[in-house]
């Protein structure tokens, strides 16, 4: 193989190839090139690499190029390939890459998530689809129902299967794959390997070849880490300050209302932001997303739910403005920036009653960040930041407002769950003596243009 090899040389159908170059994609990324010859000659694959790597060609191509090239024809309610993916957000994002190539392929796709009405599903379902991308609940449901069946899948992928197991996923997970072909392929990515995902690929794929490239747990060279000591009072305002600046910013927060709050308190400060959290409808997510994308709100504050599957380009700047309370959740959320080889800056804001704890995460995480001790208007926040602060003048009304909390909960409580069928999580677990951002901070200066 060259050195830089192109997709041309790995054999995919030349309308494949000519799809690629026509969205400006003509040479693989390193996972893609060692994952492709054995996806494409039909060995099962263990693929080990980080969010933002490039697995979801690595998996998406020898799909669509079997596919592509098999006898077969697509039936009613019988799927050819299947997709599993964790959250609605990361299915989303996987059919955006796949529809337009399989488009080109003469290739159907179907998403197949909860938090929207199951009709159209069951409707396109019914009708043949050649690749269904699915969170494991929902997919589940229609499989009860009768709407599908999944014995005439040929190839099978599991992306994020450690985020699975973290969000309880893995016994819905084996139910479907207990369902499709036992000669069938099989396609499994992970960050990591840890035990469950380990007794998964042993038990469902047969004499995989095992690629590990770019494991979470190694921090990726173009990422700056800084962790910021301030006051509790001085935080809101910090944060302000950095979220102003030109450039998309990802702001974490430890819960749900706390993202709310946050939300609410940029924007009375002028910063257009919007929030993604468990509570949102899926109507919401998708909304707030798509300003997030096309930057008419630069600030997105979320949970963890955000930490995996959120492929959105060019976001320059990741702050944890609560400390995660793992290290694993602190490499999640900070692999948003610096993907695909860009550079990316990492901020955690801590008080001092906080700093222990995070200077044992970091350290568990394999990053040495530089520690600075601050106050608003500290010069080095227009380092970490730069540009001119872009504030909406007062009394204006934001890009985007926030989105409504919660809605309305119809008939007899029920214990929170999330729209794929499994617990809902709220947000990674604090860390020693930290306290959700929206609880300890002061107001911060309101600007305008």
């Not at 697509?74 to 955006?96: F, K, N, V, Y």
């Amino acid at each position: 193989m060259p050195a830089d090899p192109t997709f041309a040389l790995f054999g995919l159908p030349l309308r494949l190839v000519k799809a690629l170059a026509a969205r400006g994609i003509t040479a693989p990324f390193p996972i893609q090139a060692a994952t492709l010859p054995d996806a494409l000659a039909g060995r099962d694959v263990l693929g080990r690499g980080r969010t933002g790597s490039g697995k979801t060609y690595a998996f998406a191509l020898p799909v669509l190029a079997r596919l592509a090239a098999a006898p077969t024809v697509r039936e009613p309610g019988r799927p050819r390939a299947l997709i599993l993916a964790p959250t609605r957000e990361l299915a989303q994002q996987i059919d955006a890459s796949v529809a337009p190539l399989a488009k080109a392929l003469g290739l159907r796709t179907l998403t197949v998530f909860g938090g929207v009405r199951p009709n159209p599903q069951i409707a396109a379902l019914r009708a043949g689809v050649d690749i269904v991308i699915a969170c494991p609940g929902r997919l589940g449901d229609h499989l009860s129902a009768g709407h599908a069946r999944l014995d005439a899948v040929e190839i099978t992928v599991l992306d994020e299967a450690d985020h699975m197991a973290d969000l309880g996923f893995l016994p819905v997970v084996t139910r479907l794959l207990n369902q499709t072909p036992r000669d069938g392929q099989r396609l499994l990515f992970s960050a990591t390997l840890d035990a469950e995902v380990d007794v998964l690929a042993r038990r469902f794929l047969h004499n995989p070849v095992t690629h590990s490239l770019d494991p979470v747990a190694t921090p990726v060279a173009e990422m700056a880490h800084h962790v910021l000591r301030v006051q509790p009072a001085a935080r809101l305002e910090v944060l302000v300050d950095l979220a102003a600046a030109p450039g998309r910013t990802l702001v974490f927060t430890r819960t749900r209302r706390g993202a709310q709050r946050l939300t609410r308190q940029l924007i009375e400060q002028g910063v257009p932001a919007v929030e993604l959290h468990g509570d949102l409808s899926q109507q919401a997510r998708t909304r707030n997303l798509r300003a997030f994308a096309d930057g008419s709100a630069a600030t997105l504050v979320a949970t963890d739910i955000a930490a995996r599957g959120i492929h959105i380009d060019d976001i320059a700047l990741v702050i944890h403005a609560d400390p995660p309370g793992e290290h694993k959740a602190y490499l999640h959320r900070s692999g948003r920036t610096a993907r695909a080889g860009a550079s990316g800056t990492v901020i955690t804001l801590t008080t001092d009653a906080q700093l222990a704890d995070v200077q044992a995460l970091t350290r568990k995480a394999g990053i040495k960040p530089t520690t600075t001790r601050l106050r608003p208007g500290h010069p080095l926040l227009a380092e970490l930041a730069p540009g001119e602060r872009t504030f909406v003048a007062p009394g204006a009304k934001p890009a985007v407002a926030a989105a409504p909390a919660r809605r309305p909960r119809r008939g007899p409580a029920k214990p929170a769950r999330n729209r794929s069928g499994a617990p809902k999580s709220t947000g990674s677990k604090p860390t020693a003596g930290a306290a959700a951002f929206s609880s300890g901070s002061g107001a911060g200066r309101r600007r305008a243009s």
